[in-house]
């Protein structure tokens, strides 16, 4: 079985600021991890994933995650927050092969102070 | 590329009534189509696994009978929600998966909202 755990429910960091947003997973087979953005009333938008080879990695609008397995972790980070982070963030991982099927975090929401 | 379509985006419909939600997608095939719930400050609920031709797969605890999914073609999948109470009230939201790089990606629709009165 799968499952991910996304300590606490909102982060709120000051316009430029660095961005931390915690996800642990547990998986018995090696996984593929993910982070999606969501934005209020709209559907999920992935920012970036790991599968294999290099553990960090790079994705859209700035942010990357590092896969770290001894810590069970893929925290998700920007070095500085645009006020249009400013959403719901979704850590979720599959197992590899065929069925892709997702188990998501409960989600955190990013809130950015001007 | 790999965008998913969803219509409608939002319904409101009497108690009792059927709603059918359609889920596309629009430049790629799509052998496999999910199907998820959110509620309000929540994470998405996977509620069933669509398979292009066959009957869908659906998670413990969803009543099959009443969220009734048909994925007819490569592109679309849809899930009707029989007999809709205000309790189906719910934010739903289908995703497609594309082969990218030798991996399975989920990419997903924009999202139907759901009020039943």
């Known amino acids: 079985a799968q499952s991910v755990t996304q300590l606490g429910s909102h982060v709120s960091v000051s316009e430029g600021a660095l961005v931390l947003l915690r996800c642990n997973y547990s998986?018995?087979?090696?996984?593929?991890l993910f982070w999606y953005v969501q934005y209020p009333n709209q559907g999920l938008q992935l920012l970036l994933k790991?599968?294999?080879?290099?553990?960090l990695v790079k994705g859209i609008n700035g942010f990357e995650a590092e896969f770290k397995k001894s810590e069970t972790s893929f925290h998700l980070t920007k070095p500085s927050a645009h006020m249009s982070d400013a959403a719901e963030y979704f850590c979720a991982v599959s197992r590899t092969g065929a069925n892709s099927k997702l188990t998501f975090g409960k989600g955190i929401t990013l809130s950015v102070r001007p | 590329g790999a965008v998913v379509s969803q219509h409608p985006s939002w319904v409101i419909c009497k108690s009792g009534t059927s709603v059918k939600i359609e889920c596309r997608s629009l430049d790629f095939q799509a052998t496999t189509m999910f199907w998820y719930r959110q509620f309000p400050k929540q994470s998405l609920m996977l509620m069933a696994t669509s398979n292009e031709g066959s009957k869908a797969t659906y998670e413990q605890g969803v009543e099959k009978d009443k969220f009734l999914i048909n994925h007819a073609s490569l592109t679309l999948s849809t899930l009707t929600v029989t007999s809709a109470h205000p309790e189906d009230s719910s934010f739903y939201i289908c995703s497609a998966t594309f082969r990218v790089k030798s991996v399975n990606e989920q990419f997903f629709g924009p999202g139907t909202r759901l009020t039943v009165l």
């Open positions: 790991y599968t294999t080879g290099a553990t």
């Open positions: 998986s018995s087979v090696p996984p593929y």
